[in-house]
């Protein structure tokens, strides 16, 4: 029986739609995986939400062969589907909800169920006894005063990220010159660098306080927003840095380490990003360098037991993952912190570092979990 026939070892991808050949994101990403799907047995079609035609259950795909490159399709609906949607702002949310909703309808079901954002992950995790240590106060963005309050509270610095946000868009480092915003007028500033909607640095002072605080609701709008402190995470040369952790489930359905990374942004920037110009450096030494070899292989141990633990409790609450980036933050003190969870990661870090298996297994691993969960099924369905 051909594949095309065969519903049970098709996956589907979902990505956005763009304006490029072929026309969809990740399409770098998306042809190693129809190539790994080629050599696990499981045929790959990579389809935006949008492309369905709802009378004849059918939808257009791509898929790509190694001789013959790309090749469009008209397909049935995969069962079974990997979702890479990432939306930058609610409008590209809501343009596919509806064909999202049909799919879910139609019993199609999802790899991994996405993480919604930032605040929610969170609630999460805030009870977690192992994981308290490692969580910065986190609360939601309630206004100009309550921001004024926050930053009073927190020596004059705070920093504001997207509740829904992605690879650096719209984050904001506040600051502020004085001790107290109530000082006599005039001798009180404020400071307001961060990364734009097209994640563009810009950066804004403002003589009164409140102009700048109402500058920021502004820019807000009704998004939602968190507030933390500032933590100061620059590696010895002022490069703002993180660590990425990629944790996978394997073909057995367990969580692992697919690799770690350090990521780097430029001198004085506020994010690490690579979105954002920043770029990537195998983890150990970069450690080693900024703490001495004792201290890198205990925060390396460190972060090995935090990322063993973050998956699995999220689960509990929020429902089946299939991968998660995790961003962790080390202070001047070596002192480790989550920063963000991400469940649709890249993994451009690995091409970077140059680890080549890390990298290989970033893209087979979605596809055996996949296969594992296509075998499940059919042993439930077999007579």
Same mark, same amino acid.
């Given at each position: ?24 994101? #990740? ?10 799907? @080629? ?7 990579? *389809? ?20 013959? &490159? ?20 609610? +409008? ?21 169920? /996405? =993480? ?6 969170? @609630?999460?995790?805030?009870? +977690? ?38 690879? &650096?868009? $719209?984050?904001?480092?506040?600051? %502020?010159? *004085?001790? $107290?915003?109530?000082? +006599?007028?005039?001798?009180?500033? !404020?400071?307001? +660098?961060?990364?734009?909607? %097209?994640?563009?640095? *810009? ?8 102009? /700048? =605080? ?33 944790? @996978? ?27 954002? /110009?920043?770029?990537?450096?195998? =983890?150990?030494? *970069? ?11 205990? =925060? !390396? ?6 990322? $063993? !633990? ?25 002192? !480790? ?8 990661? &890249?993994?451009?870090?690995?091409? @970077?570092?140059?680890?080549? #298996? ?26």
């Amino acid at each position: 029986m051909s594949l095309w026939k065969d519903s049970s070892r098709i996956l589907g991808v979902l990505q956005n739609e763009s304006s490029g050949k072929p026309p969809f994101t #990740e399409a770098s990403f998306c042809r190693k995986l129809c190539i790994a799907g @080629q050599k696990h047995g499981i045929e790959v079609l990579i *389809f935006c939400p949008l492309w369905i035609n709802r009378k004849t259950k059918m939808v257009r795909s791509y898929t790509y062969k190694i001789k013959h &490159g790309w090749k469009e399709m008209i397909t049935p609906i995969p069962k079974l589907v990997f979702d890479r949607l990432n939306f930058v702002n609610k +409008e590209q949310f809501r343009k596919v909800q509806g064909a999202v909703s049909y799919m879910k309808r139609m019993h199609t079901k999802w790899l991994g169920i /996405g =993480l919604s954002g930032k605040w929610d992950v969170y @609630q999460m995790l805030k009870d +977690e006894p192992l994981l308290k240590k490692i969580l910065p106060e986190t609360v939601l963005y309630q206004g100009d005063q309550h921001l004024a309050d926050y930053i009073n509270r927190h020596h004059g610095s705070v920093f504001l990220k997207p509740h829904g946000g992605s690879k &650096g868009r $719209s984050v904001m480092h506040v600051t %502020r010159t *004085f001790s $107290s915003w109530h000082a +006599e007028e005039g001798s009180t500033r !404020i400071k307001i +660098e961060g990364r734009d909607g %097209r994640n563009e640095p *810009f950066v804004r002072e403002f003589q009164k306080p409140m102009d /700048g =605080l109402q500058w920021i609701k502004r820019c807000i709008g009704g998004r939602k927003f968190v507030l933390q402190p500032y933590l100061s995470l620059h590696s010895s040369n002022d490069e703002p840095y993180d660590v990425r952790v990629l944790m @996978q489930k394997n073909e057995t359905g367990h969580w692992t380490i697919t690799g770690m990374a350090a990521r780097l942004g430029r001198p004085g920037a506020i994010t690490s990003n690579l979105h954002g /110009g920043g770029h990537a450096m195998p =983890l150990a030494p *970069f450690l080693t360098e900024q703490f001495g070899e004792d201290t890198a292989e205990r =925060l !390396i141990k460190e972060l090995t037991s935090y990322s $063993s !633990i973050i998956p699995a409790a999220i689960e509990q609450q929020h429902g089946r993952l299939v991968e998660c980036g995790l961003d962790f933050g080390i202070d001047q003190q070596a002192r !480790i912190w989550l920063l963000e969870v991400n469940s649709k990661p &890249g993994r451009t870090v690995f091409t @970077q570092t140059g680890d080549h #298996e890390a990298a290989k297994q970033a893209v087979e691993k979605p596809i055996l979990y996949a296969r594992s969960i296509m075998v499940r099924h059919l042993r439930r369905v077999s007579p």
